[in-house]
Antibody, heavy 122, light 106 residues
Framework: EVQLVESGGGLVQPGGSLRLSCAAS????????MNWVRQAPGKGLEWVSY????????YYADSVKGRFTISRDSAKNSLYLQMNSLRAEDTAVYYC???????????????WGQGTLVTVSS | EIVLTQSPATLSLSPGERATLSCRAS??????LAWYQQKPGQAPRLLIY???NRATGIPARFSGSGSGTDFTLTISSLEPEDFAVYYC????????FGGGTKVEIK
């Protein structure tokens, strides 16, 4: 069974930092690109960041570029999101997700975690 | 950054009716457009990838069409479980989600 389990969310003051982790199991983590997606309370989905299977390609949404850093450790089957200079508008549930928007010729790897809440407030 | 605009924001329909949802991109995304469904308290679920291909296990009443900048998700006959929020996603240039369309019971 595929599992993505996020951790590291919580309450942080504006300007502060937080590191999210996502533990993956039930699939060959090293073979898949991964993403972070967030959803502010009562709002829509916002893609945050992408990392390829080899970490050679990384993308960020304009809203977090220069403040957030995505990384992965395939030896630990883990995905990370380092969030610095946090703002109130970063308050959201952060989802760890597998490949987004496509399927291979053999399967659709539509993998999502349950989300972790990050609240930025003084 | 490519912007995806979804319309309408809310669609009020009855079970058995046809739903037509639109997604327009600020520049061409070729066919790299997907559709997701999200129900309250749940993670999103992939419905359609590459504009018109149904994901594994998705019922045939869901169909997608379009290319370039204009895309449509059609639900041919709404079932009670289809009332949810639908998002489009482009993966042509990084990734972006649209703002969502809520399909609610009339």
């Amino acid at each position: 069974e595929v599992q993505l389990v996020e951790s590291g969310g919580g309450l942080v003051q504006p300007g502060g930092s937080l590191r999210l982790s996502c533990a993956a199991s039930g699939f060959t983590f090293s073979s898949y690109s991964m993403n972070w997606v967030r959803q502010a309370p009562g709002k829509g989905l916002e893609w945050v960041s992408y990392i390829s299977s080899s970490s050679s390609t990384i993308y960020y949404a304009d809203s977090v570029k220069g403040r957030f850093t995505i990384s992965r450790d395939s030896a630990k089957n883990s995905l990370y999101l380092q969030m610095n200079s946090l703002r109130a508008e970063d308050t959201a549930v952060y989802y760890c997700a597998g490949p987004l928007g496509y399927c291979s010729s053999t399967s659709c790897s539509d993998y999502w975690g349950q989300g972790t809440l990050v609240t930025v407030s003084s | 950054e490519i912007v995806l605009t979804q319309s309408p924001a809310t669609l009020s329909l009855s079970p058995g009716e046809r739903a037509t949802l639109s997604c327009r991109a600020s520049q061409s995304v070729s066919s790299y457009l997907a559709w997701y469904q999200q129900k309250p308290g749940q993670a999103p679920r992939l419905l359609i990838y590459d504009a018109s291909n149904r994901a594994t296990g998705i019922p045939a009443r869901f169909s997608g069409s379009g290319s370039g900048t204009d895309f449509t998700l059609t639900i041919s006959s709404l079932e009670p479980e289809d009332f949810a929020v639908y998002y489009c996603l482009q993966r042509s240039n990084a990734l972006t989600f649209g703002g969502g369309t809520k399909v609610e019971i009339k």
